[in-house]
């Protein structure tokens, strides 16, 4: 038989590492969630201190623990006390110098908008881009951060391949392409080089991505993030105010699936879904203007209206995106007036208008 002397604070971790925050892959044990853990005499005890804007996500996490230790063998009371901030109220993290308060995080940028998807291979880097592209020639100002820490693809797809260097006041500063500044971790790594990293090392890059970057004044920052839910999505909601996401999917079952996933996510962590888009809609032959639905079609259109999320349009399916990206001239620097880009413009307008920013 159990007993609470047999408990000690390894195994009541044990139990804590399974619950993971609401619509994220990662536990609240790793993301150093635990604080002032006591264990003793069949009594756990311990506080959650969380910054997010969502107390409904803390009330869960909460929730889902104390019924995890609750059926432990031994443990006769649970106590957990919640410490909720929101990214405005944090307390600044260091010595000065060292990180500034996360109120002064892209104080100058006037729009955060995350493009993300539930999965990989939807092509949502190539519409990160060519969004950020569009809304520059709306004539507004335009960042795209590469946040894809994993797989960073914003280096090629924009034709970049000189180094960025440090200012006098030790900010990393953006590469300009097409008219918008690009961050990214290809930037600073060899292009075969694999990055092997734990989530610590995941978000300690997108923290400095969104503090040592001297972006300057932004109308836009289009931060391309990694396929699912995971550490570099926690990181941005507990930074920074983002505006809205951008979901992309494709028309397949599947894909919608993973995109309804993300789109969750989005929703238990209070960042507004700006809605979806979907990609590779569907083939319009240049030659006689037949139109082929290669991968279904209208997929996203209905997971929008069941999710009562905006549909924010449907992005063509079209060879010339391809060669564009690999050559570093994406399709709306490319072929401005080509059908794509007419769609991208489109996307780009309804985003903007959405936030309510119009064109300049």
Not at 103 to 130: E, P
Not at 232 to 253: E, N, R
Request: with cysteine; aromatic share 4%; charged share 20%.
């Amino acid at each position: 038989m159990v007993t609470g002397t047999d408990l000690t604070e390894d195994r009541v971790l044990e139990v804590l590492k399974t619950v993971r925050f609401p619509g994220l892959s990662r536990d609240i044990v790793s993301f150093g969630f635990v604080k002032d853990l006591t264990v003793g005499g069949g009594n756990v005890s311990f506080r959650l201190e969380i910054v997010t804007e969502s107390a409904r996500a803390a009330e869960e996490i909460k929730r889902e623990a104390t019924e995890k230790l609750k059926s432990l063998p031994g443990v006769h009371a649970v106590t957990v006390a919640v410490d909720v901030k929101s990214p405005a109220q944090a307390p600044p993290r260091g010595a000065p110098g060292v990180a500034p308060p996360d109120a002064a995080i892209l104080k100058d940028v006037r729009f955060k908008v995350a493009v993300a998807s539930g999965k990989g291979g939807v092509g949502k880097s190539t519409v990160a881009a060519n969004l950020a592209l569009a809304l520059e020639r709306l004539g507004h100002r335009v960042g795209l951060m590469d946040s894809d820490i994993y797989g960073p693809s914003q280096q090629m797809m924009m034709g970049i391949e000189e180094k960025p260097f440090v200012n006098e006041e030790n900010q990393i500063v953006p590469i300009t392409r097409h008219g918008v500044k690009v961050m990214s971790l290809g930037f600073l790594m060899d292009v075969d080089q694999p990055v092997i990293w734990r989530g610590p090392m995941v978000m300690k890059a997108v923290e400095q991505f969104l503090q040592d970057v001297a972006w300057g004044s932004l109308d836009f920052l289009v931060i391309d993030l990694p396929p699912g839910t995971g550490d570099a999505q926690l990181t941005l909601t507990q930074k920074i105010h983002l505006s809205g996401a951008v979901i992309v999917t494709t028309p397949q079952d599947v894909s919608l699936i993973d995109a309804r996933k993300g789109l969750a996510m989005f929703q238990k962590v209070n960042v507004p879904v700006l809605g979806i888009v979907e990609n590779m809609s569907y083939y319009l032959c240049p030659k006689c203007g037949h139109r082929e639905e290669i991968f279904k079609h209208g997929g996203g259109r209905r997971t929008a209206e069941l999710l009562k999320v905006p549909f924010l349009g449907e992005i063509p399916l079209d060879p010339k995106i391809a060669v564009g990206g690999d050559s570093g001239v994406p399709i709306v620097a490319g072929e401005p007036k080509s059908t794509v880009t007419q769609a991208y413009l489109v996307l780009a307008e309804t985003v903007a208008k959405g936030l309510g920013a119009g064109a300049n």
